[in-house]
């Protein structure tokens, strides 16, 4: 397929250099294996995250120079209210540093011992925050989302009918949360249909469960949701954005990834005055006074002005189409990916190109490895060695796919890197059968895929 071509054109550029492969295989190796533990400078093309990543428009560094630095009250603050309430329609919204300032704020107060958060998936530092909250996290995606050779329109959906079904067994008032993620991160960026929103809105409303949005990629869902389901062709980003968050009741907002700013968050509370206030006592003790929440003025503005940037159909078309290139690049080639090919990146299904490794051995590790050896590229796991144990048995957990994670920053990379990629993975087809499987040497107790030593089997 044709790509689309970028809707903008560069005026500040930032070098990056390729190491030879004998540099590259010896970096890899004292980094333990793990990719997060190599230096930035070290690579060539990094996909590790879409996250903080993206470049930022000159509107937006014009509002750093214009961020008011006010320690209570600044106007950069209210700007940021009135887009954020705008968008979402929600009465109360709260800045804090990032998506994970807004789980330990907002779940510290709404769950607790013995409770229950049930998602379509949960991200890890969603699922790490229920877990410390004291709560267990639990999935509860559609089936398909498991076969990644499989095509459907919304494999992020939750799964309504085992949702209400998990909901007898523990009972409505052990389920402190249902969340919602758009799109579905850890299916592989794969959208959510309104009508499942709206569905699972249902079900919570009969329960008296509170529905949470975790909105890290919701302009991307949105663009889907206009693109794939019946009725929403002639609405803007903005009406989709609106109806969907009209049925939750909070939101928690990476605002790394469609708010298209470096660092930043915030959450919502659509009309639940007494959750606000139990929150915003969490917000200054943890993230700072209400009007900052952990940010500095300018990020305040960049924020504001990013929200409203990511809805641009434009931009969207020409993300997304770069998605779809690059996967139509792998049709070609005969490489497996969670297809069709989600929001923010390409998941690469390591598990269908090594065959032979199993899943304690990390398929999507070690491709990710190879990824690097091969081209400089940096990519991360998403699979069973980003699982982890469990944490009753201490045992490792399988995951349902092992996917290696090529998220793709918003505005950074051209057609010609996108290029690279495709090249990269085809030059490993090539030698998969050779390629060997890891162990951990090391790991500490929680979100172990961050700091854990490997070595190969
Ligand atoms: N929720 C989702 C769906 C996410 O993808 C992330 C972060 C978070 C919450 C946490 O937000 O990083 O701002 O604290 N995902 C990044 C990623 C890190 O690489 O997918 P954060």
């Known amino acids: 397929i044709k790509y689309v071509a970028e809707p903008f054109r560069i005026k500040m550029v930032e070098t990056i250099k390729m190491l030879t492969r004998e540099e590259r295989v010896q970096k890899i190796a004292e980094a333990k294996y793990n990719t997060f533990n190599l230096k930035g400078e070290d690579v060539y093309i990094d996909l590790l995250t879409d996250s903080g990543t993206n470049a930022m428009s000159q509107e937006q560094w014009a509002g750093v120079m214009r961020g008011d630095e006010a320690y209570a009250g600044s106007s950069s603050y209210y700007k940021l209210l009135d887009a954020a309430r705008d968008i979402t329609g929600y009465k109360y919204i709260q800045p804090v540093h990032q998506g994970r300032a807004a789980e330990k704020v907002l779940f510290g107060v709404m769950m607790g011992e013995g409770q229950y958060s049930i998602s379509n998936m949960h991200f890890d530092t969603t699922r790490a925050h229920v877990e410390l909250a004291g709560a267990r996290a639990v999935d509860c995606v559609v089936p398909i989302a498991n076969e990644p050779s499989k095509r459907a329109p919304f494999k992020g959906n939750m799964d309504v009918e085992r949702l209400e079904s998990l909901i007898k067994e523990y009972g409505p008032e052990n389920v402190a949360l249902v969340i919602m993620t758009v799109t579905n991160n850890s299916a592989g960026g794969q959208p959510v249909s309104m009508a499942n929103v709206r569905e699972t809105a249902a079900l919570c409303k009969k329960y008296g469960i509170k529905l949470n949005i975790d909105a890290a990629r919701y302009a991307e869902n949105a663009y889907f949701i206009k693109q794939r389901e019946e009725g929403y062709a002639d609405k803007s980003i903005k009406e989709i954005i609106n109806e969907m968050f009209s049925y939750a009741d909070s939101f928690t907002m990476s605002a790394k990834k469609d708010t298209i700013v470096n660092m930043g968050g915030l959450f919502g509370v659509k009309d639940d005055e007494e959750l606000f206030t139990a929150c915003k006592g969490r917000t200054i003790s943890f993230e700072g006074f209400t009007t900052y929440g952990g940010l500095s003025g300018r990020d305040l503005e960049a924020l504001a002005i990013g929200l409203y940037e990511g809805l641009d159909e434009d931009y969207l078309r020409y993300r997304i189409g770069q998605m779809e290139y690059l996967a139509s690049r792998l049709d070609d080639a005969g490489i497996a990916y969670q297809s069709p090919v989600g929001g923010h990146g390409v998941f ?36 069973s060695y980003m699982l982890g144990n469990d944490p009753d048995t201490g045992k490792q957990l399988e995951a349902n796919f092992e996917f290696t994670r090529f998220a793709i920053a918003r505005r950074v990379y051209t057609q010609a890197h996108i290029d690279i990629m495709a090249d990269a993975l085809i030059e490993i087809k090539k030698r998969a059968d050779q390629v060997k499987g890891y162990r951990i040497t090391w790991e500490p107790p929680v979100l172990r895929h961050f700091q854990a030593h490997l070595e190969p089997v």
């Open 348 to 383: 690469v299904d390591a598990k269908a190109l090594f065959p032979h490794i199993p899943y304690n051995e990390f398929p999507g590790q070690a491709l990710a490895i190879e990824l690097y050896i091969e081209a400089g590229i940096r990519t991360c796991d998403i699979g």
